[in-house]
């Protein structure tokens, strides 16, 4: 087999394999959000809480999308709360109808513990093995038995080492990585 069929075989594999294909369910509840629950957030509350008027700080133009409220669940747990005990909208406003309230909170409410049910841990930085850990890598991978004391920057000292990528002083390790290269 060329390399060019290999890569059109992988190619093929890899664009119909179905857990790559977008989940037609968040699709479907963005696809509602936009319909049902935002045009109630921005008809009612969108004239005192927007860029132009940020009545309690809070500018709900930014929410256009679930994933913005789920971000922002502490503000939106308060906006459902404000809208269960009647303070919002105010008495100069057109009071939400009991439809709509309902609507907001069910809604607003699954949008959030779906939300939590999925916890997203956020950017983990990627790691930075030790030598010992790179060397029996390369030997488990390849079965090539390295030196990787000589040919790496050496370990930080105290017993561990720095695995956090960003805690890593690159400066310090440059004329060593250049030495070694």
């Known amino acids: 087999m060329t390399f060019q069929a290999f890569f059109l075989f992988c190619l093929t594999a890899i664009v119909s394999f179905p857990s790559f294909a977008a989940d037609p369910r968040q699709e479907t509840e963005q696809e509602h959000y936009a319909r049902v629950v935002r ?6 509350c969108g004239s005192c809480h927007t860029a132009g008027d ?3 700080g ?13 971000y922002n669940g502490k503000l939106f747990r ?15 406003e057109r009071p939400l109808s009991e439809s709509e309230k309902d609507t907001l909170i069910i809604y607003l409410e699954k949008y959030l513990d ?6 997203n841990p956020g950017i983990i930085p990627p790691r930075r093995l030790s030598n010992r850990e790179y060397r029996y890598s390369v030997y488990d991978l390849l079965g090539v038995k390295l030196d ?21 002083n690159h400066k310090a390790i440059q004329p060593q990585l250049e030495h070694s290269i």
Not at 59 to 70: C, P, Q
Not at 81 to 91: A, D, L, Q, R, Y
Request: glycine share 10%.
């Open 54 to 56: 940020l009545q309690g």
């Open 148 to 168: 990787t004391d000589s040919l790496l920057p050496a370990d930080a000292s105290g017993g561990s080492y720095m695995s956090c990528i960003a805690c890593i």
């Open 114 to 119: 779906d939300a939590l049910a999925n916890p």
């Open 78 to 92: 308060i906006v459902i709360k404000s809208i269960e005990n009647g303070s919002m909208s105010p008495h100069s």
């Open 58 to 70: 809070i500018n709900l133009s930014y929410f256009d999308y679930i994933g913005g409220i789920t």
């Open 39 to 44: 045009p109630i957030l921005y008809g009612n």
